[in-house]
């Protein structure tokens, strides 16, 4: 029987016009460089938002055969995800409790929630206590952030409160850097400061919490600039960007891989005379004869539209322009007369193309942004790591 319009003729499925290919021997590699700054601080990796896009199900088992036993995430639904796919390292609940009724479902799951104010208290105990468990779970202390977490100045109340419920137990205390990414660290110092008060407070009420967390990958990678400021307590890190190979900032150097690449599919090659207009807006004009590549890759596929006329791909080993604007499905390229054919894929960012920090600068926005925003119809593919 003859395919319908617009069906595959054959048994094979349709070639992706973009994917992006996830490469767990870079995670294992960035996971040995955080491991190295961290100085034998235990890492509790980040893995909220699907992993930073890269698929929060692969990536958690990638790091949990790699030894790594906490993970964390912000919502009951990326927890919930993580132990359907078979993950069984310890799971800190960044986001807390959002609602009382979400108490039981943290229970059930096995997950530590973060206790950000003293309301949320009560649901855990409650929950905790009629199932006949004990639930561990963690205080954040807002130390300069001042978005989420206890007031410092009320840590320890709310530390021996916990540590007076029978159905819980404060398994951590952590804070959030909010400017580690800065050259200056006065501001980081003097939240460091703050948070080493808020843990003698908790000491003197006999609170001695056995995991206390501060860094997050920029502050595992400023590295000895910040540990003679760092409270003794301080024994694990809070690492997510650097996992996935960059680097919160230019000057935080260090040897990391990208762990995801996205490439895209050339699906037009067409001449154009010079002063010829490209795209929507008629945003770049050809200043001579050359040919444009249109690219299987737009801003539904999270490339940023504000790239137009200023952002690069790699082809072929080389660098090309990114020339008018950034449309829902497509993106081209001024390729000159240099090798290129339909079909050959142009890398947007990882290895063998840009940097991902070098498309957020190009597009005046930040690394996290860009990785997070890669679309559902860009496919991944997983590369094996280290047996």
């Not at 021997?25 to 955080?34: D, F, K, Q």
């Not at 002063?275 to 770049?284: P, S």
């Amino acid at each position: 029987m003859a395919a319908k319009p617009g069906e595959p003729t054959t048994g094979e499925a349709p070639a992706p016009r973009a994917r992006a290919t996830i490469d767990l021997s870079a995670l294992a590699h960035n996971l040995a460089e955080v491991r190295r700054a961290a100085a034998g601080r235990e890492p509790i990796a980040v893995v909220k938002a699907d992993a930073y896009g890269h698929g929060a199900p692969a990536i958690a088992r990638a790091l949990e055969a790699a030894g790594v036993r906490r993970l964390a995430v912000v919502s009951l639904g990326e927890a919930a995800e993580l132990r359907e796919a078979g993950v069984r390292a310890a799971i800190l609940l960044l986001g807390g409790l959002e609602r009382p009724g979400d108490a039981a479902a943290a229970v059930e799951l096995d997950v530590a929630p973060v206790l950000q104010h003293a309301e949320q208290l009560a649901p855990l105990a409650g929950a905790a206590a009629r199932r006949g468990r004990t639930l561990g779970v963690q205080l954040e202390v807002d130390t300069g952030m001042s978005r989420m977490g206890v007031a410092a100045e009320a840590a320890a109340e709310l530390a021996a409160r916990v540590a007076a419920e029978p159905a819980l137990r404060l398994d951590g205390v952590y804070t959030h850097l909010a400017r580690a990414d800065e050259e200056d660290l006065a501001p980081t110092r003097a939240q460091l400061e703050r948070f080493g008060r808020a843990l003698a407070a908790l000491a003197e009420r006999g609170v001695r919490p056995a995991l206390v967390h501060v860094a997050n990958s920029a502050g595992v990678l400023a590295g000895s600039a910040l540990a003679s400021s760092l409270p003794p307590e301080v024994n694990a890190v809070r690492p997510g960007l650097a996992l996935y190979g960059a680097s919160p900032s230019p000057h935080l150097a260090a040897s990391l891989r990208p762990v995801m690449t996205v490439r895209a599919r050339i699906v037009n090659l067409r001449r154009v005379a010079a002063g010829d207009a490209v795209g929507y807006g008629g945003t770049w004009r050809s200043a001579r004869a050359t040919r444009v590549a249109t690219v299987a890759l737009g801003y539904a596929d999270g490339l940023p539209w504000s790239l137009a006329n200023r952002g690069e791909m790699a082809l072929r080993g080389r660098r090309v322009p990114i020339v008018g604007r950034i449309s829902m499905d497509l993106a081209t390229l001024d390729v000159g007369d240099e090798p290129a054919e339909l079909g050959d894929e142009a890398i947007a960012f990882g290895a063998g193309g840009p940097r991902v920090e070098d498309v957020a600068a190009w597009a005046g926005t930040i690394p996290w942004e860009i990785l997070v925003r890669v679309g559902r119809r860009v496919e991944r593919t997983t590369l094996p790591g280290p047996v």
